[in-house]
């Protein structure tokens, strides 16, 4: 009786010693792989993020953040500011244009889209090349609208966007001005993107 007792308390000791160490390594090597994919990818993530190029917009007509000369809004001749930029993306399928006035009284007021721009545009020409086109404006009409804030309004803020696209987009007859901004947001390429805003108000 005394040696039975002694072979089955044994037996169960080593059974529970298996299922121990089987339960201790699976989890164990579980949790190493996980973490090491999970750092591994934040880091690529944020490498890239790091190196991914943008897009420099540069103009001779005002300095960023200052305000837009007179002859450029409604005050004046209206005309475009002279915009240039660098940093489009080699991958680039087209270029887009798009100017906003994010004060607006009654939200964003899109004052410019221009699309179809070859990926070697650095300026908006005039005529615009074949394969571009000018896109709806706020106003209810296409193309420019120079800023025009009201009387008294205060200071405008006017965002001019440059976008590097993975894919042309061309805007539907009849598109809100805003969703055609969104459409092109949404195709531009990681990094395609540059902004430059300039400043106006009318006393």
């Known amino acids: 009786m005394r040696l039975r007792r002694w072979n089955w308390s044994w037996s169960w000791s080593a059974a529970l010693l298996v299922v121990l160490a089987g339960c201790s390594g699976s989890g164990s090597g579980s949790t190493s792989g996980s973490g090491s994919t999970s750092t591994s990818a934040a880091t690529s993530t944020s490498a890239a993020t790091r190196t991914s190029p943008a897009i420099t917009i540069t103009s001779t007509a005002f300095g960023p953040g200052q305000p837009i000369p007179v002859q450029n809004t409604c005050s004046g001749a209206g ?10 993306p080699g991958t680039a399928a087209a270029v887009a244009v798009v100017m906003t006035d994010p004060d607006a ?22 005529p615009l090349p074949a394969g571009a086109q000018s896109g709806p404006n706020s106003a209810g009409s296409t193309g420019w609208r120079p800023p025009c804030p009201p009387p008294g309004g205060g200071t405008h803020h006017y965002v001019f966007e440059v976008l590097a696209l993975s894919r042309p987009v061309s805007p539907a007859a009849g598109a809100a001005p805003l969703d055609v901004v969104q459409q092109l947001r949404a195709a531009a390429l990681p990094g395609g993107r540059g902004t430059y805003t300039g400043t106006f108000s009318r006393a």
């Open 79 to 88: 005309a475009v500011p002279a915009l240039t930029w660098t940093g489009v």
């Open 105 to 126: 009284p009654s939200g964003t007021f899109v004052h410019w889209i221009v699309t179809g721009l070859p990926a070697s545009a650095r300026q908006v020409p005039d």
